[in-house]
């Protein structure tokens, strides 16, 4: 079946450290791949996506690259900031719904 | 203006009681869903509508019944309350779009709704 594992949290870290959150798949397919960033007492928001291999998304200084060979979909950040608190979710669709990780804290101090 | 929303945003109510969580989308969407995220931030798809048709019916107690009057809105009705029901309920909607192509429409979701049940 389809899943989704992302690295366990909480991640801390000083502003302007670099960020990577891991995230594998399993999935039969092609599926599409996203981050999804929630905020505190805030709904989903989609960070980015990437609908086949090799695709990179982007936004807000966050990239993530769809990488077949290895079923993974990482997500980096070269400089993060007190404001990127939130938890992060990698997700994948494959068919109508989206299948979530279990996803990952990231706490940023100054 | 607000694409997903959904009211109420906090329902605290007793074990036993019956309850109802609305949404509504103002995206022009033909698909919406009802997701549920538990106290560990998990979040597990229950529901899918697509033009008011049921698509997708995970393993869900009956005591959840999701009511979808039109592609704009998707009701959750939940009787019988259970502690454990207590959790955050997000609603989304995405447009299906062609087959071939399902996965790569995103989906927006609502603020939530968080459910408590003393």
């Known amino acids: 079946g389809n899943s989704v594992t992302q690295m366990e949290g909480p991640v801390t870290l000083s502003e302007e450290a670099f960020l990577t959150i891991n995230c594998t798949y399993t999935a039969t397919g092609y599926p599409s791949l996203f981050w999804y960033v929630q905020y505190p007492g805030e709904g989903l928001q989609l960070l980015l996506k990437a609908t086949k291999a090799d695709d990179k998304g982007s936004n807000k200084g966050f990239e993530a690259t769809y990488r077949k060979e290895t079923t993974s979909f990482h997500l980096e950040k070269g400089s993060v900031q007190v404001s990127d608190s939130a938890v992060y979710f990698c997700?994948?669709?494959?068919?109508?719904?989206?299948?979530f990780g279990k996803g990952t804290t990231l706490s940023v101090s100054s | 203006d607000t694409a997903v929303s959904q009211t109420p945003k906090y329902l605290v109510t007793q074990m036993g009681n019956d309850k109802s969580i609305k949404c509504e989308q103002n995206?022009?969407?033909?698909?919406m869903y009802w997701y549920k995220q538990d106290s560990k931030k998990f979040l597990k798809i229950m529901f899918s509508?697509?033009?008011?048709?049921?698509?997708i019916n995970e393993t869900v107690p009956n005591r959840f019944s999701p009511k979808s009057p039109d592609k704009a809105h998707l009701n959750l009705h939940i009787n019988s309350l259970e502690l454990g029901d207590s959790a955050v309920y997000f609603c989304?909607?995405?447009?299906?779009?062609?087959?071939?192509?399902?996965?790569?429409?995103?989906?927006?979701f609502g603020p939530g709704t968080r459910l408590t049940v003393t």
């Open positions: 997700a994948l669709k494959a068919g109508t719904a989206l299948i």
């Open positions: 989304a909607s995405s447009q299906r779009g062609l087959a071939g192509r399902l996965g790569s429409y995103e989906q927006y």
């Open positions: 509508y697509n033009n008011k048709e049921l698509i």
């Open positions: 995206l022009g969407h033909d698909t």
